[in-house]
């Protein structure tokens, strides 16, 4: 296509959201609720995903050690934890800590405590392992099992820690004694996960199927009003897609106004509400954070400006069929 007979098929969609004033606004207006809608869940499903990652990078397990496990050997177990695939963080718990860690839990019956301490001090080692991905969780766990059975060769394998390990774990002897984690706490976090994420999908099919249709309807009026122009085009050689084109060109006009209108109104309205939930004391008890209106704001920009034009393109698409020949 030349750049005159471009530039007339973008004059004409521009001459005609104008000429349409009424139809246009109430194309626009339509399209600000449907994305607004759209922007606020998008938001609302951003935020929870944000703070079920923060709270899934706080789960993990704790994976308890034998007392005869060597400096070496608890150095060469967290180099080889770090390095497997969905590990977050890995602290190592001294035995020492476990106990002012147990203390701290039991600090209103400190005297079942007395006689634990030093050398009596029966609580394991233990390395605090956090994920960046909770569906890993079983895999890991089997990962680090396998190490630290790796660690402990048959032959490494003494009377002393023989006792300690136990009878009945000498068929597979392994440094690690157990591990415990919020199983529940887990494959909860993750149904919501799923849950948010599908909620969120059927929104936007639902938003985009309404948004479509009144852009289809709306163009549809356009087109019905100018239909005598349409038949002398067409009478005198117009090919349909030089009929077509502008007003594709208004739909998506139609749909890039309403983006940034609503980008704008969404923005504002973020603002005031995140301002208002941030001086709650739930997140901070909680100590997870919401998103701020710039982190999300490249993304909805996007998003909004692909269902701008997309609406448009589409709608207008749509309506034409029955006015042109395919």
Request: glycine share 6%; hydrophobic share 45%.
């Amino acid at each position: 296509m030349r750049y005159s007979g471009l530039g007339y098929l973008i004059n004409e969609g521009f001459r005609n959201v104008f000429k349409n004033k009424k139809s246009t606004t109430i194309s626009i207006v339509t399209m600000i609720c449907a994305m607004f809608l759209f922007g606020i869940f998008f938001s609302i499903g951003e935020n929870i995903n944000s703070v079920l990652k923060q709270v899934q990078m706080k789960q993990g397990m704790e994976v308890f050690i034998y007392d005869f496990a060597t400096d070496e050997q608890l150095d060469e177990m967290e180099s080889k934890i770090k390095a497997l695939d969905g590990v977050n963080t890995v602290s190592f718990k001294t035995k020492e800590k476990a106990l002012e860690s147990f203390k701290e839990q039991l600090k209103n019956y400190q005297r079942a405590l007395e006689g634990i301490e030093g050398e009596n001090n029966i609580l394991p080692a233990s390395f605090v392992v956090t994920l960046t991905d909770l569906e890993k969780n079983d895999e890991v766990q089997a990962e680090i099992i396998e190490i630290g059975k790796q660690m402990l060769s048959d032959e490494a394998v003494d009377e002393e820690i023989a006792a300690e390990i136990g009878e009945e774990n000498m068929e597979e002897p392994s440094i690690v004694k157990n591990i415990t984690t919020s199983n529940h706490t887990i494959e909860i976090l993750i149904k919501i996960v799923n849950g948010v994420r599908i909620t969120i999908g059927i929104i936007f099919i639902i938003l985009l199927v309404i948004a479509v249709t009144i852009i289809s309807n709306t163009i549809k009026l356009t087109v019905h009003a100018r239909r005598k122009e349409i038949s002398i085009m067409k009478y005198v050689g117009a090919t349909n897609s030089f009929i077509r084109w502008p007003f594709i060109v208004e739909g998506i006009i139609i749909g890039i106004v309403a983006a940034v209108i609503t980008l704008l109104i969404v923005g504002v309205t973020y603002d005031l509400v995140i301002q208002k939930i941030e001086q709650s004391t739930v997140l901070q008890s909680m100590g997870v954070s919401l998103l701020q209106f710039v982190e999300l704001a490249k993304l909805i920009a996007i998003v909004y400006a692909a269902l701008g034009i997309g609406i448009g393109m589409i709608g207008s698409s749509i309506s034409m069929r029955k006015y042109l020949e395919v």
